[in-house]
């Protein structure tokens, strides 16, 4: 069935320095992937979002390339800030059948001054 | 300003009692959804609905039920069946199938059974 791997966290970095997120995935077809954010105490949010190959996402400095080869959604921000604080979670939606989520198990990201 | 509210924030139940869970969406949005979030876990779909009055188990519905009488309204009900009903809950809403994977999401329910 359709599934995401999502790195394991947690993640603490500098401000500043750079963020790399990995996200695998396996579906049948060709599904759109997405990477969602969840700050402390709220539900989730869309960051970006891929619909094809080769698509990027790219939202508040982060991005992410849809590699259908390595079926692969990693996510990266080339400075990340304080603000940037929170669980990130990998998605995917099958092409048919009901719009159902897939999620990864969440990777919370620390950023200290 | 349209949104997802989920009330109340934190919820707090004795076991073996049943509690229900509001959802409200002001979005006109066809489907909704629940999920449940565990630590380390990620998110685990309970129930969906894509209609008014049509609703399918997700992966974990067991010891759940809803209900969608309204477009706007997806209540949860966590019975006393649920053998592990502490978790924070997450109610969400889409377009439907036009927006593959856009899913506009409530604040959460934190729920505690003692």
């Known amino acids: 069935g359709d599934s995401v791997t999502q790195m394991e966290g947690p993640v603490t970095l500098s401000e500043e320095a750079f963020l790399t997120i990995n996200c695998t995935y396996t579906?049948?077809?060709?599904?759109?992937l997405f990477w969602y954010v969840q700050y402390p105490g709220e539900g989730l949010q869309l960051l970006l979002k891929?619909?094809?190959?080769?698509d990027k996402g790219s939202n508040k400095g982060f991005e992410a390339t849809y590699r259908k080869e390595t079926t692969s959604f990693h996510l990266e921000k080339g400075s990340v800030q304080v603000s940037d604080s929170a669980v990130y979670f990998c998605?995917?939606?099958?092409?048919?059948?009901?719009?159902?989520?897939?999620f990864g198990t969440g990777t919370r990201l620390t950023v200290i001054p | 300003d349209g949104g997802i509210t989920q009330s109340p924030k934190y919820l707090f139940r004795k076991e073996g009692q049943n509690v229900t869970l509001s959802c409200e969406q002001n979005l006109n949005h066809d489907a909704m959804y629940w999920y449940r979030q565990d630590p380390g876990q990620g998110l685990r779909l309970i129930y969906y609905s894509q209609i008014v009055n049509d609703f399918q188990k997700g992966d974990i519905a067991e010891g759940y039920s809803v209900s969608r009488e309204k477009k706007e309204s997806f209540p949860l009900t966590v019975t006393s069946a649920q053998k592990n009903p502490t978790a924070f809950y997450l109610c969400?809403?889409?377009?439907?199938?036009?927006?593959?994977?856009?899913?506009?999401f409530g604040p959460g329910t934190r729920l505690t059974v003692t």
């Open positions: 998605a995917l939606s099958a092409l048919s059948g009901a719009n159902n989520l897939f």
């Open positions: 579906a049948t077809g060709y599904p759109s």
């Open positions: 969400a809403s889409s377009i439907g199938t036009g927006l593959r994977g856009e899913q506009y």
């Open positions: 891929a619909t094809k190959a080769d």
